[in-house]
Structures are given as C-alpha cells and as structure tokens.
C-alpha cells in the first residue's frame, strides 16, 4: 500500500515571528520542486498566522503543537481547534511526549484533543513512545498499546480516518539518538496491526511517523521500512537547510 510520504516540522518552543517566517520561507522555497511528499512545519502559537498568510497556496502546511478541547468559554491560556483553523493551520500535533512529561498530559486529554481538532476539520498528528525506562523493562509494546486506545478510545471509523500517529521514543528525542530503523518497524507495524484491529479496511492507509533524533543522514534507512511513511522532525527543523535535505532524502527513498 503506498502511502504518501509526510514530514513535519516540529519547531517547539523557538522563534519569534521575524524568525519563523524566514524559516518558513526557506522551507517553502526549497520543497518547492520534490514530489510525492507533503510537509508543515509547526510554529509557536504566537507565529501561526503570520506563518500561515506567508505559506498560504503553496505546498507547505501548517501544523499547531497543541490544542485545547473545548470550543470557548472561561479557560485562561487555552486555544480552541476552530481558532487554530482560523489562524491558518490544517494540523496539529496532540500528545507530544514533552506535554506528557513536563505537563501532565495523559490519554484520555490527547482522546479528547484529537476528537475536538476533528471537529474543527484539522488533522491531528497523535504522538505515542515509551520511555528508556519501559523499553529496558521489556515494557514498549504494552505502552504503545495503552497509548494509542487510550488516544482512540471510542472513535469512529469516520474520525480514524483523518488521524496521523507518530512514533516518538522518548529517550530518542532531542538526545542525538534515533531509533534503528529495525526498532521503529517493529513499534510501527505493531501500531498498525492494533489499528488494523479496529478498522482493517483503514489501517494500510493511515500514516504512522518516525520522531525522534531524524536527521537527513538517518532518514533514508528509517523510510526503507514498510510501516514508517514519514517524519515528525523536531532539532533538524529548525535550520531550513537540513530540513529541506531531510524531506529530499526522505522522499526519495
Ligand atoms: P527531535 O524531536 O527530532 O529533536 O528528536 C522530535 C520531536 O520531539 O518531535
């Protein structure tokens, strides 16, 4: 089954507004010509809009790195999918191991987060990995599992359908220290059989991304195994000349 490669950008907590969009111009400018891929970049909140006019009709997208899951009303600091939608953006990224670990987020918000940023017609990019801990313990698998029915739980077909996951091992971000290629098809086509439990017809075509220390020289080995369809990318997005680099490797496998 092929599926369509897709690499995000996750730029985390950097760049003011001049910074971003010089970036994301760069990004813009130098995917213009590669094929048979498709790419976003994930901004701070405080540069999506002016991000988003920048890239809006080309063929970089959009992507915020979180959402809250109610619509409007009194929840001081929180920002509603339908806003996102305004400001621009056509994804966002749920679950990132960063708000598991530093604030508290468990399952059944990123359930909630996915099914609200549905609503609102943007594509959530679900984030699941265990910790160094876990997988020294033996204990990847059932993690990955908890995870993901947790973040599915009691969605439709309809709403699986417009879902993106990402396999993030969390002791591979941000560390230098991706996962071989071997390891993240094995979490990658676990997660696609425990998807194919729940919608079979679904589960060859939804995308499952690689997150974790992917880099333009790691990138082509990851993209030769069958299940990994794509990036989530966070150090090597921040210069536009590796993430460019990346997207053209990574598309050309
Ligand atoms: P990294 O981050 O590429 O810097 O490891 C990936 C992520 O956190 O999404």
Redesign the pocket.
Known sequence: MARRAFF?G?W?LNGSIAESLALATDVRNGVASVRDVDVAVAPSFTALHAVAKRLEDGPVMVAAQDCFWEEKGAFTGEVAPSQLADAGCKLV?LG???RRQLFGELDAAVNLKTRAALRAGLTPII?IGETLTERDAGETLGRIQAQLDGALADMTDAELEGIVI?Y?PVW?????R?ATPAQAQEVHHFIRTRLATRAPALAPKLRILY?????PDNVRALMAEEDVDG???????LSAESFIRLVKEGSAS
Do not use: F
């Open positions: 995000c996750n985390k990224i990132h191991s960063e984030c990402a993030e591979a971000i941000g560390t230098g991706n997150g974790g220390s992917m880099k990036g989530l990318v966070g150090g090597a997005s």
